[in-house]
T-cell receptor
Framework: GQNIDQPTEMTATEGAIVQINCTYQ??????LFWYQQHAGEAPTFLSYNVLDGLEEKGRFSSFLSRSKGYSYLLLKELQMKDSASYLC????????FGAGTTVTVRA | SAVISQKPSRDICQRGTSLTIQCQVD?????MFWYRQQPGQSLTLIATANQGSEATYESGFVIDKFPISRPNLTFSTLTVSNMSPEDSSIYLC???????????FGSGTRLTVV
């Protein structure tokens, strides 16, 4: 089975940086995904890591360490519209999701 | 990335009845997935729908309760049968695209059973 842990909530100020950590235990590993989900909407794909290291996409970056079972999503230059739930998902045979981290951006 | 049209977007249903949710994809995809997201929780995979074969169900989900059809490579349906209030949830379909795009989700169906 898979066990995916991420913090429940985080709060940050507009313009700041927030790092959302995700740890996982899985039998088999075939990639880690980060999704953004605004309230009442479907998740949207942010990033995919399958090799160790940092993937950067504009204001969002994602890091993976397979040996540590660890990933983080880094959100830079936070904007109010970044207030959402961020889901860490790990793929072994199937894609399994963490419970999500609700990020609140304050003015 | 693929565009998925999912309907209905929401429904309120009486207990004991059934609801069929449809997902239409604008391109051919081999695998489609059905998820449930209960209030305040993350996504749980119900089943994987493959064209030309029976769906593969995850632990805790059975075909009699959640029958799935996959008549072609662009369409699938999920039926929630004999509903109870515990089935109140958001149901989402998803497809896997190339690795750079991850999995794309439909807009979801918000189901309330009364």
């Amino acid at each position: 089975g898979q066990n995916i842990d991420q913090p429940t909530e985080m709060t940050a100020t507009e313009g700041a940086i927030v790092q959302i950590n995700c740890t996982y235990q899985t039998s088999g590993f075939n990639g880690l995904f980060w999704y953004q989900q605004h309230a009442g909407e479907a998740p949207t794909f942010l990033s995919y890591n399958v090799l160790d290291g940092l993937e950067e996409k504009g204001r969002f970056s994602s890091f993976l360490s397979r040996s540590k079972g660890y990933s983080y999503l880094l959100l830079k230059e936070l904007q109010m519209k970044d207030s959402a739930s961020y889901l860490c998902a790990v793929r072994a045979v199937k894609l399994s999701f963490g419970a999500g981290t609700t990020v609140t951006v304050r003015a | 990335s693929a565009v998925i049209s999912q309907k209905p977007s929401r429904d309120i249903c009486q207990r004991g009845t059934s609801l069929t949710i449809q997902c239409q994809v604008d391109s051919q995809v081999t695998m489609m997935f059905w998820y449930r997201q209960q209030p305040g929780q993350s996504l749980t995979l119900i089943a994987t729908a493959n064209q030309g074969s029976e769906a593969t169900y995850e632990s805790g989900f059975v075909i009699d309760k959640f029958p799935i059809s996959r008549p072609n490579l662009t369409f699938s349906t999920l039926t929630v049968s004999n509903m109870s209030p515990e089935d109140s949830s958001i149901y989402l379909c998803s497809v896997k695209e190339g690795e750079d795009y991850g999995y794309t989700f439909g807009s979801g169906t918000r189901l309330t059973v009364v």
